[in-house]
């Protein structure tokens, strides 16, 4: 491990020590799954998302991977312990790490369960992370695209629990959306927002011409390389709009140090990773947090916080050197 380079930040109440952090879905509901991924480098450990009552999911196979391509798609359904399961859990296995901050989160299948759980888990947990955006359950629209709703969940959670909370939010498209829900943020007085959930999508193979998974009709939430664009612009949005009152998260596409540090220059001032957590395991964050500390001591840089939105705008070419539709080739060629 690099001891030269700081790559600690400050989440509200949480202090992370390194800022990377599992992504709520992969191996992180039962406790074996959880106990090494306490053991590991991960700056805290997120659980998987509870309901009121416990569910076994969708059918399988709901997970595929795609190790060359770099991704994933899921259609887990909630499969959890239920918030009463979780609740037990956090308190076995803060015992046995009690200097790891434990996030629970919870994912309402009604609007009026969130206060429900949060007033159990709240006390027990070191931040909650309400999952506005789960887009895997039939029938059920994603809390976030409904700002009147959000707002209510987030109001009522709030006040039933003096826990961080962050926000869990889907990939938004919209510049204007994204200043509506960043509004409510500041109004309902939430530590962060978590940007983003998995983007709704579909994978197949030519070969048998088959889905990849077999729930909802092959359609489920991506993950991995292909998000990583799309993760970045909703970080950089809502760190733009939420200023310094609201911290962001940054969630989607990570597989190296080099990912992580365009998640902390759009803004983010930790990160998730899921995917590639998915694929590598608990080992995944020492890997990337020596790879971001060799990284960053490249650079000259002894802290990774100073990084955090820096990301310079390109400049505009002078006028009189425009041509039609001149490209910048990255291979410089
Ligand atoms: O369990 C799931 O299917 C799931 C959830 Br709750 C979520 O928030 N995001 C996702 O990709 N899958």
């Not at 919209?174 to 579909?202: F, K, Y």
């Amino acid at each position: 491990m690099n001891h030269s380079v700081s790559l600690s930040g400050q989440i509200g109440r949480l202090h992370l020590d390194p800022v990377l952090l599992n992504a709520s879905g992969p191996w992180c509901t039962y406790d074996e799954e959880l106990r090494p991924l306490a053991a590991s480098r991960a700056g805290a450990v997120v659980l998987k998302s509870a309901t009121l009552e416990p569910r076994h999911g969708n059918p399988e196979p709901r997970v595929s991977c795609d190790r060359e391509a770099g991704t994933s798609i899921n259609a887990v359904g909630l499969a959890n312990l239920g918030y009463e399961g979780h609740a037990e859990q956090l308190a076995r296995l803060k015992a046995e790490h009690p200097d790891k901050p434990f996030v629970a989160s919870l994912a309402g299948l009604q609007p009026e369960h969130f206060a429900v759980m949060a007033r159990r888990l709240g006390p027990v947990a070191d931040a909650l992370e309400i999952n506005l955006s789960c887009p895997n359950i039939a029938g059920k629209p994603q809390l976030a695209f409904d700002p009147e709703a959000s707002r209510r969940v987030l109001a009522e959670v709030r006040s039933v629990t003096t826990c961080d909370l962050w926000v869990k939010l889907p990939p938004f498209q919209d510049d204007r959306l994204v200043e509506q829900m960043a509004g409510i943020l500041l109004e309902t007085g939430v530590q962060a927002a978590v940007c983003i959930n998995s983007p709704s999508g579909l994978d197949l193979d030519l070969e048998t011409e088959t889905t990849a998974i077999h729930p909802r009709g092959g359609m489920g939430g991506t993950g991995g390389r292909d998000v990583l664009r799309v993760a970045l612009w909703n970080v950089r949005q809502f760190s733009l709009c939420l200023g310094e009152k609201v911290a962001v998260i940054g969630c989607g596409g990570i597989e190296s140090g080099a990912d992580v540090l365009k998640h902390v220059l759009c803004g983010a001032s930790a990160v998730q990773v899921g995917t590639t957590y998915l694929m590598e395991g608990p080992a995944v964050f020492a890997r990337l947090e020596a790879e971001l500390a060799e990284l960053l001591q490249k650079k000259g840089v002894a802290q990774l916080g100073v990084k955090r939105g820096a990301l310079r705008v390109l400049e505009a070419a002078p006028e009189g050197a425009w041509t039609q539709n001149q490209i910048r080739w990255k291979d410089g060629r």
